[in-house]
Every structure is written in structure tokens, then in C-alpha cells.
């Protein structure tokens, strides 16, 4: 149970382009997802809460207009980074929290999106 | 702002032997303790978590302890296997409610064989 799914799970794209990031809870409903980015060799990096319906809580410093977060459903977020540069390339995750039992209090995380902007 | 300073930041073992990996966090409202393993190319995976009402918890050859005094908990490995070579990290939050969950910086583990 608590399986968090991430499409795709690489990426290449030019810069100037937007490039869009989906997460979905297969077996759960994820009131609350998480974006995180991961740097090499470094701890996860909060990028961004969002709850079902509203809009997504940025951490400072992340550029809310660059990257947009959408979370219409109980079981799907999205991230889009837009026009990606090569600072952007990373490797991005989700996770997410639910409701009742143990995905109240735990995230689940996504296996994770390598994004290499060239 | 809160955090959670973990160590060692790479951890070396021998096959069968124990790994221990400690953690601090500095909120003293914390409850809720995970402990997630990541292997490489691939996100985390919660492998055991304690709440703030127990001490210890075990799961097979993992267990994690708790000192909500000295605001102390650690990770312990026994019978260490090569694939046990990962990334741990821990992390503290307060539940319920929307509260953040701080993580630890990570512990990278080599298990040689």
C-alpha cells in the first residue's frame, strides 16, 4: 500500500522549453503532496506543499512563476517547470500525504524525475 | 528555524556488522520520526518510523530508539548486507496537522562485502 508513481522518470528537454512533471498516489488519496529537488549527493529540498484544490505554499527562494504546481485531484499533482534552463536540471520528487491510517502522518515518495536541460 | 543534524555523513562497515546512525532534532513539539533509505536513481522509501510514545521499535534487523529528553533517536542495522548500501535519511515532524517535515542531511552507508 502507499504507492506513490512519478511520469516520467527521466526527461531531456532544450532550453526555453516547459516541461511537465506528474505524481500520482496509486492506492491512496494524497490530500497533501510535496515537490522536492535533489541535488547530487545532498538532502531533499522543499520546494513546494500543496493541498488538494488550493493553490500550492512555496518555500522561499523558489520561484513560484518558474516552477507551477497544480493539485486538482486527490490523486494527482503536477509540476511544471517552465522555461528550463540548465541551472534547472535535477533530480525532482514528490511525495505524498493522505488520510486515515498510516498515510496521515508519513510521506510517501515518488521514485523520482531526472530533468537535464541542455 | 528547526532542524535535524544527522551523523555520521558516510558510514563504512564490514559484512554481518552493525551500523548505527544518530539523529538531533530541535524541536521539542516533534512526534513523529521516519527513517527513509534511498538507493540510487531512486526516491525514498520510509523503512520503519517511532512515534514520540515509545522508545524503540523494531523490524527485523532494523530498529530505531528514541530519547525524547536529550531529543536524540537513532537508526541501528545489525547483520549489515551489501544491500543495505543506501542514503538514510531521518526526519522529525508534528502530527497531525500541516506541519513541515525537517530532514536530516543523510548518512551514506557502504556495506563491504
Known amino acids: 500500500g502507499a504507492v506513490v508513481s512519478q511520469h516520467p522518470s527521466w526527461v531531456i528537454c532544450k532550453s526555453g522549453t516547459s516541461v511537465k512533471i506528474e505524481c500520482r498516489s496509486l492506492?491512496?488519496?494524497?490530500?497533501?503532496m510535496f515537490w522536492y529537488r535533489q541535488f547530487p549527493k545532498q538532502s531533499l529540498m522543499l520546494m513546494a506543499t500543496s493541498n488538494e484544490g488550493s493553490k500550492a505554499t512555496y518555500e522561499q527562494g523558489v520561484e513560484k512563476d518558474k516552477f507551477l504546481i497544480n493539485h486538482a485531484s486527490l490523486t494527482l499533482s503536477t509540476l511544471t517547470v517552465t522555461s528550463a534552463h540548465p541551472e534547472d536540471s535535477s533530480f525532482y520528487i514528490c511525495?505524498?500525504?493522505?488520510?486515515?491510517?498510516?498515510?496521515?502522518?508519513?510521506?510517501?515518495f515518488g521514485p523520482g524525475t531526472r530533468l537535464t536541460v541542455l | 528555524g528547526e532542524n535535524v543534524e544527522q551523523h555520521p555523513s558516510t558510514l563504512s562497515v564490514q559484512e554481518g556488522d552493525s551500523a548505527v546512525i544518530k539523529c538531533t532534532y530541535s524541536d521539542s513539539a516533534s512526534n513523529y520520526f521516519p527513517w527513509y533509505k534511498q538507493e540510487l536513481g531512486k526516491g525514498p522509501q520510509l523503512i520503519i518510523d517511532?512515534?514520540?510514545?515509545?522508545g524503540e521499535k523494531k523490524d527485523q534487523r532494523i530498529a530505531v530508539t528514541l530519547n525524547k529528553t536529550a531529543k536524540h533517536f537513532s537508526l541501528h542495522i545489525t547483520e549489515t548486507q551489501p544491500e543495505d548500501s543506501a542514503v538514510y535519511f531521518c526526519a522529525a515532524s508534528r502530527t497531525p496537522g500541516g506541519f513541515k517535515t525537517i530532514f536530516g542531511a543523510g548518512t551514506r552507508l557502504f556495506v563491504k562485502a
Open positions: 511525495s505524498a500525504k493522505g488520510v486515515g491510517g498510516t498515510t496521515t502522518d508519513t510521506q510517501y
Open positions: 517511532i512515534r514520540s510514545n515509545v
Open positions: 492506492d491512496f488519496q494524497a490530500t497533501t
